[in-house]
């Protein structure tokens, strides 16, 4: 049966390595100075174009709210189309369009066939959308109507306040600490002028990243490319982000919240996205709470002591270190234990773990890696990720190598540098019945 184990495991890594060598990517700058990363893929008559841009809410300053914001309104007018007739022309060409504005970036991107009589006006409008967007006063008094809604009804959900709650801690006075969509009181006080402001300074050619992959030639490309940028100020990169400063002891607090559960976070700072140690993390992450059924969290809270229905940790790079975190919810009255054997199983994890659990995981990562990178989306989320972070070309080939050549020791090494139990942050939202520690 072992050598059945070792035989699998071999064959899956061959598999694995073979299928993701396949993803060719090719890389250029546009005569503006914008990265391009692209990949043929000639397998649909489809075509995924992403334009992404260092301009998430880590560049909000004291408008919080504002990278959201101008996120949002792109698409919705330019010089020569108003609202609607930017989403009927889409529609009628049966493309998707859609954005999107995280802590280190917002992007803006498109899906559509690649046939000319689609793709060449449907190219065209997402040129204007994005080098001519205007900001109208109605639309935003609209959205900002909208958002405030959204906002409020985030000081009723646990989840949300257990979130906002982990990154202020975790992250004090960063750019990372404040909510992406802002507050109530910063997202009141923005303005069309200060849309603009932030446009005109981050939505540049110097500071975005073009990504293409489908059934498009490399010529087709270098074009499309060209004339996604054209119209936008070549401009500058963004200034790099500071470092976060870790905790120094272990802190703890409770959010009296009236629910029957309680939401519980155990977190700190991680590592950034190209950190040489993550491919270890990773590998034992998926041990420890990142492979559902088959972690030891999972086995731990919830198959032996029914605390539970679900527990997972994760590790989340970014430009700079993102948050580790383990996170579930509880009966009130079970928070207490719960976080107790959450505790007691990372420091268990971190002197030892059996050998076979980490060849199972091993397996079934390198296994199941082709999976990831089974459609045009999912390799231009792997694209635009790797030229964002600015990783090796090789990531996605590199990925499952990495994994089977790590030992057990590769792996207690890593998270023994980089995770501290005894300086970690413990946050709970809900009525627990634990002695509080900080209101």
């Excluded at 995924?48 to 698409?75: C, H, I, K, P, Y």
């Excluded at 790797?386 to 207690?412: C, N, Q, S």
């Amino acid at each position: 049966m072992k050598q059945l184990t070792v035989w699998a495991f071999a064959f899956a890594c061959l598999l694995s390595t073979q299928a993701w060598a396949k993803v060719d990517i090719q890389t250029w700058q546009t005569a503006k100075g914008t990265k391009v990363m692209y990949v043929h893929a000639p397998q649909l008559p489809m075509v995924d174009v992403e334009l992404m841009f260092d301009a998430g809410s880590a560049r909000d300053g004291d408008q919080w709210g504002v990278a959201s914001f101008t996120s949002n309104l792109l698409g919705t007018a330019t010089p020569e189309h108003d609202e609607n007739q930017i989403s009927e022309a889409f529609n009628d060409l049966g493309v998707q369009i859609g954005s999107n504005a995280g802590r280190d970036s917002a992007s803006i991107h498109l899906r559509s066939l690649t046939r000319s009589e689609i793709l060449t006006p449907a190219m065209k409008l997402f040129a204007e959308i994005v080098g001519q967007p205007v900001f109208r006063q109605n639309i935003m008094a609209r959205e900002k109507a909208r958002l405030m809604t959204g906002l409020k009804q985030k000081t009723v959900k646990p989840q949300a306040m257990l979130s906002d709650e982990l990154w202020a801690k975790l992250y004090g006075d960063h750019p990372y600490a404040h909510p992406v969509p802002g507050t109530l009181k910063t997202v009141e006080a923005l303005t069309v002028e200060d849309l603009k402001a932030f446009y005109k300074r981050y939505y540049v050619a110097a500071n975005a990243q073009v990504t293409i992959v489908g059934a498009v030639d490399r010529k087709q490309a270098e074009q499309m490319a060209e004339d996604l940028t054209r119209s936008l100020a070549t401009g500058e990169k963004a200034a790099a982000l500071p470092q976060p400063k870790p905790l120094d002891k272990a802190q703890a607090k409770i959010i009296r919240f009236g629910s029957t559960q309680t939401y519980y976070t155990l977190a700190q700072l991680g590592v950034e996205r190209g950190d040489p140690d993550y491919y270890a993390l990773f590998l034992g992450n998926h041990l420890l709470g990142g492979s559902g059924f088959g972690s030891l969290l999972m086995e731990e809270v919830r198959e032996k002591r029914g605390l539970v229905y679900g527990v997972s940790s994760g590790f989340y790079p970014m430009k700079v270190p993102g948050p580790f975190q383990i996170g579930l919810s509880t009966k009130n009255a079970s928070a207490k234990e719960a976080d107790e054997v959450v505790k007691q199983t990372l420091a268990q994890f971190m002197k030892d773990f059996p050998d076979e659990k980490l060849a199972e995981i091993k397996s079934n990562l390198i296994g199941g890696f082709p999976l990831r990178i089974d459609s045009n989306s999912k390799i231009a989320g792997y694209i635009a990720m790797i030229g964002f972070y600015d990783l090796p070309l090789d990531y996605l080939e590199r990925f499952p190598k990495k994994m089977a050549e790590l030992t057990k020791e590769d792996v207690l090494n890593a998270w023994r540098k980089h995770i501290h139990p005894n300086k970690m942050l413990t946050l709970m939202v809900g009525e627990p019945n634990v002695k509080p520690i900080e209101k």
